[in-house]
């Protein structure tokens, strides 16, 4: 049986990443700790805004302890120029995390949605309803703190799983 953990999700974004963060009991149970959405778009430059995510990601690390990380694997943009962006977020993001000895696990949007919502392909207002029903919040959620969580959830989901199937997560593709 997994032991408990406290798990931050991240969803990376070059305007806006968001921070969520959960406790797991061993049973599974999932309890809300955190959750925020970082807004850097107002940054003078662009090596600025990755700045601001790895100091305000290191600083909410810092402050609340996580165990284990998971992200949001990048996706394949249509605009070239996005999707750099994003990946130097994620990589701002990556680095916050692993400097302060966490282990990063990544997620597709569509495994995130599958864990979350039980389908692949829901949209974000469904995934910031399950959240607040999963998690017990009350209240409108912010899109990419709701996807952080929906990461999170995931991720707990994802290590009760591996704690009782006892193959590695690797393994699971392997039919694909």
């Not at 430059?45 to 402050?63: N, Q, T, V, W």
């Not at 029903?133 to 707990?156: C, M, N």
Request: with cysteine; net charge positive.
């Amino acid at each position: 049986m997994p032991r408990a953990a406290r798990i931050i999700g991240i969803d990376p974004g070059s305007q806006r990443t968001g921070v969520g963060i959960l406790d797991v009991d061993e049973r599974g149970k999932l309890t809300h700790v955190f959750h925020a959405a970082l807004v850097v778009a107002g940054e003078a430059s662009f090596p600025l805004r990755l700045k601001r995510i790895f100091d305000e990601l290191s600083d909410i690390i810092g402050a609340h302890r996580p165990d284990e990380c998971g992200i949001e694997r990048v996706f394949m943009a249509r605009n070239a120029d996005s999707a750099l962006k994003l990946g130097q977020a994620r990589g701002a993001a990556i680095c916050a995390v692993v400097s302060q000895g966490i282990v990063v696990h990544e997620y597709a949007a569509t495994e995130v949605k599958q864990a979350v919502v039980g389908s692949g392909r829901g949209d974000k207002s469904q995934v910031q309803h399950m959240i607040g029903v999963l998690l017990s919040l009350k209240g409108p959620l912010q899109a990419d703190a709701a996807d952080a969580l929906a990461i999170a959830v995931t991720h707990a989901h994802t290590r009760a799983s591996l704690g009782r199937v006892g193959i590695p997560r690797t393994a699971w593709r392997r039919g694909r």
